[in-house]
């Protein structure tokens, strides 16, 4: 590319060397290429700048930081985002709370976003926009004049068609997408799923290139499987646990599950087929121990709340009919742990938990496998909801609705034999280092710089300008 990368992304890092999934990846491919990392300020502001804020230079790139208000955190990222377009993205339309506020207020931050990029930004850069925080933000771009290459990528499910019709009218999906050169998906399942979108748009093409053609504009929809570093979570998990006590404690039978508290990922219906497991074992003498670690995120949405409250009585009932004096059989921790101590704790599992009920990848599968040791590998039960299912054919697939399924799984797993379950992992293993992240970023970025540029624009702009 003959310009600059400019990525924008709700998050910013804020560490020297950042650590984790997309952050980390986004890290390592502006610290290669040079550019620019844009992201939100963590502080609210009384009245947000019109410019973007320098935070220092990182590894030969840029940070700058956009400012938020309270009200613009209430509208654009916990109502419209998280409270509109993430239920919608996960299959949750009944949790969906529409709002003229919240819509207004993701249109302005957006409007008001693309306005601070055109200041920093240059005809032939590259701009990589990141998840769906910022579905508008090409068209508020393009309404502005520019007009070099815009890619999306999507980081959790594509929503059905049915499930857009949550939306409100003025949340136009297919007009915002189209105002991108590529859109980057998880899955082939979410290409489908864009496809059909647009195949529902009067207007609307599939050219034989396979591109779509809506309007005057031609848009690339594609699947860039997302990964981790493979070699640093390896190296990771491969150092011992330290001398506090930790590995003493751990049982022989260790189940983990990590996720985020969030109504996605499928928790209490996790936690409902541990105690099934228990309830149905036949050698009461087995003490298997299921270790949740839910960080808290968005405590602010009354969903968030529910769910917590729910995974709390759900760990109590489980522990209370079960346990015994030197043993517990649900570890619930919500809180954070180190990146570092889970890999490690990922290798003294036996079965690795990841059930979520709609996800768009789930690293959490694949940093599971990547911490296994090769002659003793766990085994991994996943979900077919997640995203990391379509590469990770041989992990114990499951329907996390199905208790008994997930319950029967379990039983599975813990009595796998070591033949059985060093194919299952070296299949396994094979898609994560196929898919890291290093290729995932080069993929998409080759994808983009060899888009065509757009034919023309001039359509979008009165109507991008309008506030919904």
């Known amino acids: 590319m003959s310009g600059q990368l400019i990525v924008v992304s709700n998050r910013i890092p804020t560490a020297a060397t950042p650590s984790g999934g997309l952050v980390y990846a986004l890290h390592e491919t502006l610290r290669k290429t040079g550019g620019i990392w ?3 300020d963590p502080d609210l502001r009384p009245h ?6 320098e935070i220092g230079d990182q590894s030969n790139y840029r940070r700058l930081a956009f400012e938020l208000t309270q009200e613009d955190y209430d509208t654009f990222y916990l109502g419209f985002a998280n409270s509109v377009l993430w239920p ?10 529409i709002s003229r506020r919240y819509e207004k207020g993701y249109r302005r931050v957006n409007r008001h976003l693309a306005e601070q990029i055109m200041k920093v930004a240059e005809p032939d850069d590259l701009i990589w926009v990141h998840d769906y925080h910022f579905f508008p933000l090409a068209l508020e771009l393009r309404a502005l004049g520019f007009t070099g290459k815009l890619g999306f990528f999507l980081h959790i499910p594509f929503p059905a ?4 019709g949550a939306l409100p009218p003025t949340a136009d999906l297919a007009r915002w997408l189209a105002a991108f050169d590529l859109v980057g998906l998880q899955t082939r399942s979410d290409v489908a799923r864009c496809l059909e979108l647009f195949r529902s748009e009067f207007g609307a093409e599939l050219m034989n290139d396979g591109k779509i053609k809506y309007g005057e504009q031609r848009i690339a929809v594609r699947s860039f499987p997302i990964g981790i570093d493979v070699e640093a979570f390896v190296d990771a998990a491969s150092q011992e646990l330290d001398d506090t006590g930790i590995a003493r404690a751990l049982p022989r039978e260790l189940v983990i599950g990590v996720d985020r508290l969030d109504y996605s990922k499928g928790l209490p219906n ?3 087929a541990f105690g099934r497991f228990l309830e149905m074992r036949t050698d009461k003498s087995r003490r298997p121990s299921l270790l949740q670690i839910a960080p808290p995120t968005r405590e602010e949405v009354s969903a968030y709340r529910d769910i917590r409250h729910e995974l709390e009585e759900l760990s109590g009932r489980v522990n209370g009919e079960n346990a015994d004096l030197d043993w517990t059989p649900v570890r619930y921790i919500h809180r954070n742990i180190d990146r570092n101590v889970l890999a490690k704790l990922f290798r003294k599992a036996r079965v690795g938990l990841v059930t979520p009920f709609a996800d768009g990848m789930n690293l959490v599968a694949k940093e599971y496998i990547a911490a296994q040791d090769p002659d003793d590998p766990g085994v991994l039960v996943l979900s077919r909801m997640a995203g990391a299912a379509e590469e990770m054919t041989q992990a114990l697939q499951v329907n996390p609705y199905d208790i008994e399924e997930m319950s029967e799984a379990l039983a599975r797993a813990l009595d796998m034999p070591l033949d059985e379950r060093k194919r299952r992992y070296a299949s396994c293993m094979e898609r994560v280092k196929a898919t890291d992240v290093a290729h995932w970023s080069e993929t998409y970025l080759k994808a983009l710089s060899a888009s065509r540029d757009k034919m023309s624009w001039s359509n979008f702009n009165a109507e991008a300008r309008s506030d919904a």
């Open 38 to 40: 844009i992201g939100s």
């Open 48 to 53: 947000a700048s019109k410019s973007l804020k």
């Open 88 to 97: 919608v993205c996960h299959r949750r339309g009944d949790l969906v709370q």
């Open 161 to 164: 068609l049915g499930d857009l």
């Open 270 to 272: 996790r936690f409902r």
